[in-house]
């Protein structure tokens, strides 16, 4: 009986512990916003034809780059609002969670952007267009199921979507398939789905999952 | 059975509301008040008495400050705080295993 009672004690102050280090600002706004952001990129991206390999590594580099302050905004206005304080251990656990693989990310867009191409020249046909934006949502996929250790509502899942969605569609794109597609259609139209309406349905899973929780 | 364990719980942390208190700043640097308000759902009154108790034992500091124009108090815990914390729990684990070793 004493074990018993012992035992409880210890689980609730274990379970205590694990949740004071979880990241707990609403992830639904923040998902959302990228979602819109991401979906609006890829129907910009390819109504302007931005097609050479450069011109598309540094458009959706900017994008990201968009995404990360809007994110950065978005948590901070909760923090704020909530009168506690930004930069907490369980967003510095995130964010160094979050950031080789973006790194990694930003790195390997680099030497794309960096390249001596023109908007829309010979190189547009590139291979790099079809395989950088699978690279970097399989990347993206790792940095949010690192992150998802601190964080609660599935974000370990979704990451794991993302790096199984890159993995799927690189191994069709081995095979042979979206061959008829041209790559730089092919990596605004991968971006728009996965960055863009992934990241707009999660949002909106988690807007109905986050308000039931508080709620109860 | 030796009852040494359970007589050498410490008062202060044994108490629910405290204990809670406690687990959630020993795994964190600091938190804020509302931080373990809402994850403790403790009203401000009943936190802030548990807090001062803890403050009055030496186990738990609170700082306040100002950030954008807002107060913002946050708790830690102090050495001798972890030092309980970590004492108490050893006690736990004494008894469960003192307990378990009696079973056939």
């Known amino acids: 009986m004493e074990s018993n009672w012992a035992s409880g004690h210890l689980q609730v102050i274990r379970t205590l512990m694990e949740r004071s280090a979880v990241y707990r600002r609403a992830l639904a706004p923040v998902m959302t916003a990228n979602g819109v952001l991401g979906a609006v990129a890829a129907g910009v991206g390819l109504a302007a034809r931005i097609r050479a390999p450069r011109a598309f590594a540094g458009y959706w580099m900017a994008v990201a780059l968009a995404a990360v302050a809007g994110s950065f905004l978005l948590a901070r206005r909760q923090a704020l609002k909530e ?121 909106v899973y988690l807007y109905f999952t986050e308000r039931r929780g508080n709620e109860a | 059975m030796n009852p040494e364990p359970f007589l ?62 807002r107060s913002l108090t946050t708790c830690s815990l102090t050495r001798a705080g972890r030092r309980a914390f970590t004492g108490y729990i050893n006690l736990l684990e004494q008894i469960v295993r003192q307990t378990k070793a009696r079973e056939p």
Not at chain 1, 95 to 101: G, S
Not at chain 2, 57 to 69: D, H, I, L, M, P
Request: aromatic share 12%.
């Open chain 1, 83 to 203: 009168a506690e304080p930004f930069w907490s251990p369980p967003t510095r656990r995130v964010a160094q969670a979050l950031l080789p693989p973006l790194f990694c990310g930003l790195a390997l867009g680099l030497p794309l952007f960096a390249g001596q191409e023109g908007l829309g020249g010979a190189a547009a046909a590139g291979p790099g267009l079809f395989w950088l934006p699978l690279v970097w949502i399989a990347l993206y996929g790792c940095s949010l199921h690192a992150a998802g250790f601190f964080m609660p509502r599935g974000m370990k899942l979704f990451g794991w979507a993302l790096v199984l969605a890159s993995g799927i569609l690189g191994a069709l794109r081995a095979l042979g398939a979206f061959a008829w597609v041209e790559p730089w259609r092919f990596g605004h139209a991968v971006m728009g789905l996965v960055f863009g309406l992934a990241h707009l349905a999660y949002g």
């Open chain 2, 8 to 69: 050498q719980l410490d008062r202060v942390i044994h108490e629910k509301g405290r204990l809670a208190i406690m687990s959630m700043l020993a795994a964190s640097a600091d938190l804020s008040f509302t931080e373990l308000r809402d994850a403790l759902g403790m009203t401000d009154g009943n936190l802030t008495t548990h807090i001062r108790t803890l403050q009055e034992a030496g186990y738990v500091s609170v700082t306040k400050s100002f950030e954008n124009n």
